[in-house]
């Protein structure tokens, strides 16, 4: 890899003064790794959900539902998803193919979810990836108000496996009750709190404490 030409991402930038110090020129290749780790824990990609506030027309965006199926609700803000539908607690779906993810990073997805009867202790929603993540379901419960009358914003954190993440919301069977869905969006893109996060934060330290061995040894 050559300093000042282009790094490992392949792309072209300007060599900064301090590279041309004797000391990190003789260990660039220590600087270069370094500069292509912190490259990795900063690299971002914008996450779009299509539909995920559910403003635009009934079910643009997400598949497996249908008439009759979902209904559109008062929502968090505007107008909301019921995911069950039709009679209360029959547990239909919605989900969507997501692009944009980088493998091995981890993202947070945040939706809102609220009752329509409040029948029992809250309708329930659950959350599951179909493909593109190795992170489990998981299941979660709006406040036990009716009329879709409180939202309730989650979050959950999960990995990307592929640059493709199929995000699936099923109602789970939770008395005589809907659950309605609003504002799902998905940010993050690096791995804080994930195992290979920790490996990238431990390579991180290793390559400024070989940077500063090195120094040592010079002087
Ligand atoms: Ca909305
Ligand atoms: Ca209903």
């Given at each position: 890899m050559r300093l000042g030409t282009s790094d490992a991402l392949g792309i072209s930038q300007p060599i900064p003064?301090?590279?041309?110090h004797p000391f990190v020129k003789r260990f660039s290749f220590l600087v270069s790794g370094l500069f292509a780790v912190a490259a990795s824990t900063m690299t971002s990609h914008a996450i779009t959900v299509v539909n995920g506030d559910f403003?635009?027309?009934?079910?643009?965006?997400?598949?497996?539902g249908g008439p009759d199926q979902q209904y559109i609700t008062p929502g968090q803000t505007g107008q909301g998803l019921e995911?069950?539908?039709?009679?209360?607690?029959?547990p239909n779906s919605i989900h969507q193919v997501i692009d944009g993810f980088t493998v091995n990073n981890c993202y947070t997805i945040s939706f809102a979810l609220a009752s329509?009867?409040?029948?029992?202790s809250g309708a329930q929603a659950e959350l599951s990836f179909l493909?593109?993540?190795p992170t489990a379901a998981s299941i979660f419960t709006a406040p036990?108000?009716?009329?879709?009358?409180q939202w309730m914003t989650f979050s959950y954190n999960f990995m990307a496996s592929s640059s493709s993440v199929d995000v699936q919301f099923k109602e789970i069977l939770n008395g005589f009750d809907d659950v309605a869905i609003d504002n799902v969006s998905i940010s993050g893109g690096s791995c804080c709190s994930l195992p290979d996060g920790g490996m990238t934060i431990a390579m991180l330290g290793l390559g400024l404490g070989g940077i500063a061995a090195a120094r040592r040894k010079l002087s």
């Open positions: 003064s301090f590279m041309q403003e635009s027309a009934f079910l643009a965006g997400w598949s497996g995911i069950g539908g039709l009679g209360g607690a029959i329509q009867w409040a029948g029992g493909s593109g993540s036990a108000v009716a009329g879709f009358g």
